[in-house]
Every structure is written in structure tokens, then in C-alpha cells.
């Protein structure tokens, strides 16, 4: 059954570093998110990606972010300087369509010391 | 209170007994989801549910959606130890799809 696959699994970086976490959504699949899961607390939404562009993102998507899909297959979120507050679990996701069935990845454990 | 939010907060129940779930949430929504997350791992899909419709069924899964009081349950049937997890609601907040907001979600345990 395809799924939507991330790397790495865990990231650890120091404040102030640039990472990029990787996500490999389902191949007919058009529409991709970001998600972000602090320790403990609920599960928020960041970013939705369609046709090549940013379709939606929340407050917390500021200039530090940004998403990228390099190839047919890649969809990536880069955050340009971090902060000990962007340590969170980061969950892609994907959907054929809009309104429907989200498939999630496992998520990248992001650590910032 | 933030759009989506899930009482109760935690519900611990016998093997074989029902666990009812409800969500509360404070826009316009074109659908509602329910999400089911084991410790740390990705969320999954368990049900959608249109604005248009009061009442939906997936095997021991019960949804309804009450859109004038913005509030939506969600009822598991003869849990099972294996349903232990979170459970989340998620709506689209009226954009369609563009956009989904996670209510805080109920972490349920089911004793064997």
C-alpha cells in the first residue's frame, strides 16, 4: 500500500542552523501539508502546497520557513535559522484531493540544542 | 477555546465497552475528521464526515455532526485494547481543504 515516507526519522541540530526536512508524499497525489506536534500538545498545521505554490499557511509559517518540491517526487521544509522552540515532531502529508483523506508520514523528530 | 477541541480530555474504559468522543469547534466548516494517533507516530485517518451529512458509519465507528451547535462526536463500539491511542478532530475551517486545524484530541485507554 504506497505511504507517505520522511526523512530522517530524527534530526539534531544546533539553534541557529538551517535544516531541511525531507517527505516523499503518495505519487498521484497533488496536495501536500506540513504539520508540526510539540511534545505533548496538539498537532498544527503550518503549511498546504498545491500546483507548485503555497495554497494556505498558518502564523507560525514565517519567513523562517519555507517548502519546496525539488523534483516529481520530493517535497521539502526548510527552516533557515532555528530556534529552541522549533523542536517538535514535523509530519508531512499528502491528498488526491482537496477536502479529503490527509495520509500522514511517520514525522522527523527535530531536536534544536 | 481553539477551534476543535476534544472532551474529554482522557477516558479510560474496560475492554468491550463504548468510548464516545465529542468535538466542539467554533467556525464554518465544509467537512470534519477524525484522526487516531498511537504514542509518537503519525496520525491516521479514521473518518470523514460533509457538512451536509448528521451520521456516518465505518465498521465499529460512528460519527455524527451536529453543524448547528458546531459540535461532532465520535463513538467507538466494543473497544478493544488495540484502540488505545489519541483521538483527534480536525476541521477545514470553512476553506476547503486548504487549510486544517486539530483540535487537542482525547487520549483514550482501554484496559484489557
Known amino acids: 500500500e504506497p505511504e507517505v515516507t520522511q526523512t530522517p526519522s530524527h534530526q539534531v541540530t544546533q539553534m541557529g542552523q538551517e535544516v531541511i526536512l525531507r517527505c516523499v508524499p503518495i505519487?498521484?497525489?497533488?496536495?501536500f501539508y506540513w504539520y508540526r506536534q510539540i511534545l505533548g500538545q496538539k498537532v498544527e498545521f503550518l503549511v498546504s502546497f498545491y500546483n507548485n505554490e503555497i495554497s494556505e499557511k498558518s502564523e507560525i509559517f514565517d519567513d523562517q520557513f519555507s517548502v519546496e518540491r525539488p523534483d516529481g517526487s520530493n517535497f521539502t521544509l526548510k527552516i533557515r535559522s532555528t530556534k529552541l522552540e522549533d523542536s517538535a515532531m514535523y509530519f508531512c502529508a499528502s491528498s488526491i484531493g482537496q477536502g479529503v483523506e490527509q495520509f500522514f508520514g511517520p514525522g522527523t523528530r527535530l531536536t534544536v540544542l | 477555546s481553539q477551534q476543535g477541541e476534544e472532551d474529554p480530555q482522557a477516558l479510560s474504559i474496560q475492554e468491550g465497552e463504548n468510548a464516545t468522543m465529542n468535538c466542539s469547534y467554533k467556525?464554518?466548516?465544509?467537512?470534519l475528521q477524525w484522526y487516531r494517533q498511537n504514542s509518537g507516530r503519525g496520525l491516521v485517518h479514521l473518518i470523514l464526515i460533509r457538512s451536509n451529512e448528521r451520521e456516518k458509519h465505518s465498521g465499529r465507528l460512528r460519527v455524527t455532526l451536529d453543524t448547528s451547535k458546531k459540535s461532532s462526536s465520535l463513538l467507538i463500539t466494543a473497544s478493544r485494547a488495540a484502540d488505545t491511542a489519541s483521538y483527534f478532530c480536525?476541521?477545514?475551517?470553512?476553506?476547503?481543504?486548504?487549510?486544517?486545524?486539530f483540535g487537542a484530541g482525547t487520549r483514550l485507554f482501554v484496559k484489557a
Open positions: 467556525t464554518s466548516i465544509n467537512n
Open positions: 480536525a476541521t477545514d475551517g470553512g476553506t476547503g481543504g486548504f487549510k486544517t486545524i
Open positions: 505519487s498521484n497525489h497533488l496536495y
